[in-house]
């Protein structure tokens, strides 16, 4: 039971360790950041002592083990376009994302269910083939599509809700919510139809079970027969999905943000990337990768522990 | 997953065509067309600013979907931006492609435990989207429509060499193939003769639902500004452009906006029809 945690524990250490490293191989740019960060009036020799004095003329190895040493205690270094230390700003951005990727999660889910259930339930039916279109056609809208469409009905023409902004949720909770319910539908419309189309073919793939024919037998509807013993285990690959999926929700967010101007990590890697702040860009792609494994390792493990077909197999 | 390979065509020349891939291949077609048109003719002349009918609506001064606010043909502009996205689409996936099926093929023919460390590395790769990437070489190198080209392919990479192992896996462990092996033919022998023609019908599927996630990367970079640049028509850009003239102007949003989400779905709807096609499980049903 223990040793596949463990072993599982080992990967996402390792892969964190040499998605790390990728990240400051790819971005190590030389002196180039000692030659931003003096401008236009930067000498050539000026470039190569400040390019000392950072420490940018070591070998990439002895760089990264620093950056390492500094990362793991949230020190990130000091960007050199704005001069102020990256980590503290960072772990604010990280919170408002996390409460946007929570929140669309979650609309997310409200929608995939019952959609999924409800067409794979009417499978083969005029209405089963409307709901599947409609999820096909929810996977092909890009979020930011969805968040300018919904920004022009509930903002511009209907003035329900604000455009745009963000409010710290412990000052004023309702109005976190109203600046936060059209990023988090934005985002969750389409995680939605992309969920629900693995719900369907989960919940497919569990009607055809005995165990719910033998509920069925007992007196249940479809649908109660579902609810009470199919989802649980329909939930098992859908749950795999998710954790995939939450990767794409965290991307997804950086152009979220953007629009609805909320200020987490995604627009300040776009703005960082827009500024060519290779340290801060590096800071914010470590923690997103970070995020990523994390998940898949958390899935995993959960994965175990929902199917204990799983765990037995893994045991013996 | 692991019965997702194709079978000879020509046998299933009896099935009916299904109504995604006649979908799908419409909506790919007439993007197609728009492309290779806007290099002959386009509506309007692309750097004819119409100032006295800026933001206008649809069929004003002979402009079909209007103008942007500077005065600039829509629909002129949302043809040679389909030349962007498929071009970078064409390149990403061309990248995808050939650098993953050899992997793919490989990891799939090699010992299990160097295919587990294939697989690995592969999983920490996955770990970086195409729109990460691209924002990553775009901080780098700034950003181009070589940038986003390169980091959506490598983004890619990782998709192909997943798919392409599983059925090379099945496809090794053929009758056909052991006798084969058995035999004396070797293992690049092998993997030109039997498996890549039994995965060709898997690349073409991967290929397809691939370039929908190019075109959406490509967008969302020029949206937020990292991909073309603003002398090249893209719909991302279009549609930030847009973006800052809701109130007076929506439509001009939703120009841009309707030809990325049917040019996801059309390649979506050729991957999904091509798949269901091909995957004997998915028949009975």
């Not at chain 2, 004396?184 to 023609?197: D, K």
């Amino acid at each position: 039971m223990l040793w596949p945690v463990v072993r599982r524990a080992l990967i996402f250490l390792v892969s964190t360790l040499v998605a790390s490293l990728l990240v400051f191989w790819v971005l190590d740019n030389g002196c180039e950041p000692a030659r931003v960060a003096l401008g236009t009036g930067g000498t050539p020799a000026g470039v190569q002592a400040l390019c000392a004095q950072m420490g940018l003329d070591r070998s990439l190895v002895v760089q990264y083990l620093n950056w390492l040493g500094g990362a793991v205690r949230g020190d990130f270094g000091t960007s050199y376009v704005t001069r102020a230390p990256i980590g503290p700003g960072l772990l604010d951005q990280l919170t408002v994302t996390l409460w946007l990727v929570f929140g669309s999660m979650v609309v997310a889910l409200l929608i995939a269910v019952p959609l999924g259930m409800a067409s794979a339930l009417r499978n083969g039916r005029p209405t089963g083939y409307l709901l599947s279109g409609l999820s096909q056609v929810g996977v092909a809208v890009p979020a930011f599509l969805a968040a300018i469409l919904l920004v022009l009905v509930f903002a511009v023409n209907l003035g329900w809700l604000p455009a745009n902004g963000y409010v710290v949720p412990a000052a004023d909770p309702l109005g976190f919510v109203a600046h936060m319910l059209l990023p988090w539908v934005s985002l969750g419309v389409v995680q939605g139809a992309v969920l629900a189309r693995f719900v369907r073919s989960a919940v497919l793939d569990e009607l055809g079970q005995d165990y719910l024919r033998t509920a069925r037998s007992k007196g249940l509807t479809p649908v109660r027969a579902l609810i009470r013993h199919g989802l649980r285990n329909a939930a098992i690959p859908v749950l795999t999905v998710i954790g995939v999926n939450l990767v794409t929700v965290l991307v997804g967010a950086v152009i979220i943000e953007r629009i609805f101007t909320i200020p987490g990590i995604g627009n300040g890697l776009a703005y960082a990337a827009d500024r060519r702040d290779l340290l801060t860009v590096q800071a914010i792609v470590v923690t997103l990768v970070l995020i990523a494994l994390l998940i898949s390792f958390v899935v995993d493990v959960t994965y175990s522990v929902i199917d204990p077909r799983l765990r037995t197999r893994a045991a013996s | 997953m692991t019965e997702l390979l194709s079978t000879p065509p020509g046998r299933r020349s009896d099935r009916r065509v299904s109504p995604l891939i006649v979908v799908g291949a419409v909506l790919v077609g007439f993007i197609a067309l728009a492309a290779v048109v806007s290099f002959f003719w386009t509506p309007f002349d692309l750097l004819y600013l119409d100032y006295q009918h800026r933001s206008a609506g649809p069929g004003v001064n002979g402009h079909w979907l209007g103008t942007d606010l500077r005065g600039r043909d829509i629909a002129s502009r949302l043809m040679v931006g389909a030349r962007t996205t498929l071009y970078v689409g064409i390149v990403a996936v061309g990248i995808a492609a050939l650098v993953g099926t050899p992997i793919g093929i490989l990891a799939g023919m090699v010992r299990p435990g160097i295919s587990e460390f294939v697989m690995r590395t592969n999983d920490i790769l996955l770990a970086f989207p195409a729109l990460l990437v691209a924002i990553i070489l775009a901080a780098k190198y700034g950003g181009s429509v070589t940038t986003a080209m390169v980091a959506i392919g490598v983004a890619s990479v990782p998709g192909f060499v997943r798919v392409i192992r599983a059925g090379t896996m099945q496809v090794m462990s053929t009758d056909y193939v052991r006798a084969a092996r058995v035999a004396g033919r070797s293992g690049p022998a092998t993997a030109v003769r039997h498996v890549l023609p039994n995965v060709s019908g898997l690349i073409i599927v991967q290929a397809s639902s691939a370039y929908a996630i190019a075109i959406l990367a490509e967008a969302g970079l020029s949206f937020l500004g990292l991909g073309a640049p603003a002398s090249v028509p893209s719909w991302g850009r279009m549609l930030a452009e847009a973006q800052s003239q809701l109130t007076t102007a929506p439509l001009t949003a939703v120009w841009p906006g309707s030809a990325i989400a049917l040019a996801v779905l059309g390649f979506n709807l050729l991957g999904d029809g091509l798949r269901d096609r091909l995957d004997p499980r998915l028949l009975g049903r």
